[in-house]
T-cell receptor, first 115, second 111 residues
Framework: DVKVTQSSRYLVKRTGEKVFLECVQD?????MFWYRQDPGLGLRLIYF???????EKGDIPEGYSVSREKKERFSLILESASTNQTSMYLC??????????????FGEGSRLTVL | RKEVEQDPGPFNVPEGATVAFNCTYS??????FFWYRQDCRKEPKLLMS???SGNEDGRFTAQLNRASQYISLLIRDSKLSDSATYLC????????????FGPGTSLSVIP
């Protein structure tokens, strides 16, 4: 059974704290994505990566960074969390060979609250 | 203009009804199109791909109009279990392009 695992389902952090969200996939997928999902705004792409050590900015990269040191792991970092980063964060992966099937595999999400 | 736009919803329909969702996209070079379903507090999951010739999967029919840059999803004989948010998804020109999600349309099927 294919799997994308996100390290934490629920986190509560304080303004200014550094936050790490980790995502691991076991499907040997090249492409991985971080989205945030907010009511009325849908899923917005933060960063994506198409290979180890490669990264591309999505639509809303400000305030975030990412790390892809190993193919299976894609981390999202909030250097200094702010209240407007309170959101649901979703990690996803896809193989380029499956791009036409469109099947992104998502993790269960990490709900972050910044106080 | 947003890259992918959907009917705002929410749609509240009785069991057995037929409901249609629409979606428009702005990038005429987009190659692949999909509908995802997202249950409350769950992650999105692929419902079906959308092919140029139109395609059907049981009670679900998807259609694509490239000239109008328009995608639709029709659900016939709605079931209570169809209640969810339906996301229109557009893939870019290459496999490395970002996948763009629409904001989603919420459907509630009422007994």
């Amino acid at each position: 059974d294919v799997k994308v695992t996100q390290s934490s389902r629920y986190l509560v952090k304080r303004t200014g704290e550094k936050v790490f969200l980790e995502c691991v996939q076991d499907m040997d997928h090249e492409n991985m994505f971080w989205y945030r999902q907010d009511p009325g705004l849908g899923l917005r792409l933060i960063y994506f990566s198409y290979d180890v050590k490669m990264k591309e900015k999505g639509d809303i990269p400000e305030g975030y960074s990412v790390s892809r040191e190993k193919k299976e792991r894609f981390s999202l970092i909030l250097e200094s969390a702010s209240t407007n980063q309170t959101s649901m964060y979703l990690c996803a992966s896809i193989s380029p060979r499956a791009a036409n099937t469109g099947e992104l595999f998502f993790g269960e999400g990490s709900r972050l609250t910044v106080l | 203009r947003k890259e992918v736009e959907q009917d705002p919803g929410p749609f509240n329909v009785p069991e057995g009804a037929t409901v249609a969702f629409n979606c428009t996209y702005s990038n005429s070079a987009s190659q692949s199109f999909f509908w995802y379903r997202q249950d409350c507090r769950k992650e999105p999951k692929l419902l079906m791909s959308v092919y140029s010739s139109g395609n059907e999967d049981g009670r679900f029919t998807a259609q694509l109009n490239r000239a109008s840059q328009y995608i639709s999803l029709l659900i016939r004989d709605s079931k209570l279990s169809d209640s969810a948010t339906y996301l229109c998804v557009v893939n870019g020109e290459t496999s490395y392009d970002k996948v763009i999600f629409g904001p989603g349309t919420s459907l509630s099927v009422i007994p």
